[in-house]
């Protein structure tokens, strides 16, 4: 999935509808994308979380301001409780655009 801006995946198909459940603020000068205002968790590097780790890490360890370099891994939680993990892939510089793996799982209880 690439994308910029606000980016809602509660929805289906994922949309760039509202104000979502993650906001991409532009892209660093090393290539990282930014994103502000939502909690979430950067991931070490090779991470492949759970839903139950992903929850846990976003209750306990939140950050609402992250660079995600390509290949890392992010973590949050959807405003409907969906954990999501998500991979940057690919940067798109001239468009200010990541292309992310994602994963929404269904809420855990």
Not at 35 to 62: N, W
Not at 73 to 84: H, L, N, S, W
């Amino acid at each position: 999935m690439k994308f910029s801006g606000y980016f809602n995946f509660d929805e289906i198909p994922p949309s760039s509808a509202g104000n979502g459940d993650l906001k991409m603020d532009g892209i660093t000068d090393s290539g990282a994308a930014e994103f502000g205002a939502y909690d979430k968790v950067l991931m070490p590097p090779g991470s492949h979380p759970t839903p139950d780790e992903c929850v846990l890490l976003v209750k306990t360890q939140p950050d609402q301001d992250v660079d995600l370099p390509m290949g890392r891994t992010i973590c949050f939680v959807t405003d409907e409780g969906r954990p999501v993990s998500a991979t940057a892939v690919a940067v798109d510089r001239k468009d200010g655009r990541v292309a992310m793996d994602i994963t929404v799982w269904e809420k855990t209880e």
